[in-house]
């Protein structure tokens, strides 16, 4: 799992508009777990005050309004702030998320979740799915499903969002 292997690693640390490889803010982390974990085109997404246009700019993703009782595995919690305001976070399930927190609390995970003013939920849209061509969408499917995957054996990131009825609250 990209997400899980970065967090509580003393290899992999906060850095405010940290991109990587090592070095990751809140935003940067949530947009590698899917360009690096998962193959997915995250285009210019940089921060939280670009995060929500460029990542829902060719319909690969979607942003919906927060709602904690529909959320899903995989869905970039976040709210959109000026520069530093903003927050971003994975949902893990089970009422856990991970994220680069802080330069004081580092990246960690699982961590329950903490109720914030987060605005969107962005998510993964599955419909975008039929039109890749099957090797394409097989290979993402198995990037994308090793993003998060706990010790537990959870089904993964894509498995509940095509399961449309498998809302983990």
């Known amino acids: 799992s ?7 690693n ?24 899917y360009k690096d974990g998962a193959n997915v ?17 060719d ?18 919690f976040m709210w959109d ?7 971003a976070c994975i949902y893990l399930g089970n009422g856990q998320i991970c994220h680069a927190a802080n330069s004081t609390i580092g990246i ?8 914030n003013n987060y605005q969107y939920m962005i998510r993964l849209n599955t419909g975008s799915l039929q039109y890749w061509d099957y090797s394409y969408s097989q290979t993402l499917w198995n990037y994308a499903n090793s993003i998060i995957q706990n010790d537990y054996g959870t089904a993964g990131l894509l498995g509940n969002l095509y399961e449309e009825s498998c809302h983990d609250p």
């Open 59 to 76: 319909g690969v993703f979607r942003a919906l309004p927060f709602d904690y009782n529909t959320a899903m595995r995989g869905d970039i």
């Open 10 to 33: 003393p290899d992999y640390y906060y850095v405010m508009g940290g991109q990587g490889p090592f070095g990751f803010d809140c935003s940067g982390f949530a947009i590698h777990a």
């Open 108 to 115: 960690v995970g699982p961590v329950n979740y903490y109720p």
């Open 81 to 87: 702030g000026s520069g530093y305001d903003g927050h």
């Open 41 to 57: 085109d995250t285009h210019n997404a940089s921060d939280t005050s670009n995060m929500v246009s460029e990542l829902t700019r």
């Open 2 to 8: 990209w997400a899980l292997f970065r967090c509580n």
